[in-house]
């Protein structure tokens, strides 16, 4: 009908304008209902934290399968595996992830700590199972501040290590941790400094589970970006920011034209 008002989203497949869904528990009818009407426009659903290990066998394998069926990757949430690592598990949880059919595993330490070779050597295991491993720079808890140095050391570490892609920690919530404050409102100097020394931003997937945080990163960093943990429901509402069939986006199309005469 008419083009994009914002134009050059990437379509499938893709390396970059990605979308991670964080599926806090959704059965086999929405699910199918999700990929349905928005499997186009998601390239990742993270099952978060660790409810994978809450499903019923047979439903999770059977979800696995459609999910990837429709092009879309399924993951487990890192803090399954950090459960697994704080336990001295790794090997078997990788085997028993593989087994169940997901392809795709994040390494992270939100709420444990690793040393560089500890996380280096997760990721490496990871890979050489045949694992696209995405990792996760920054801590779950709110007063443990976002330190720019250390995460793009972590970054650059992770990347040479084999990590597909690294997410920055929004949580869920997206407030008061990370990138946030309280009122989950983006924290621009730290986002700049962060920004500053990343060597390729198309490698980062920044968790923005919240509208305002979409399109201030859509409007810092073009229609591309990687988003994560957006909710199921509002996918469809996300595309449409990305294409700027939403007012807030719409303006970023107008800003230097006028609409075309009918």
Known sequence: MIRDPLPGRARKPRSVGLTMVIDKGLGLGPTRALLELAGEYIDFIKLGFGTAALYPEGILREKVALIRGCGVEPYPGGTFLEAALLQGRLEAFLA???????????????TIDLDHRDRERAIRAARNMGFTVITEVGKKDGSQELDPAAALSRIEADLA?????????????????GLYDREGRLKLGLLERLVAGLPDPGAIIWEAPLKAQQEELIARFGVNVNLGNVPPEEVIALEALRCGLRGDTLRLAIEGARPAAR
Do not use: N
């Open 161 to 177: 290590a084999g990590a597909a892609k690294v997410i920055v920690e929004g949580r869920e919530s997206g407030k008061g941790v």
């Open 96 to 110: 028993a992830t593989w087994d169940l059919g997901f392809r795709t595993v994040e390494v992270s330490e939100g």
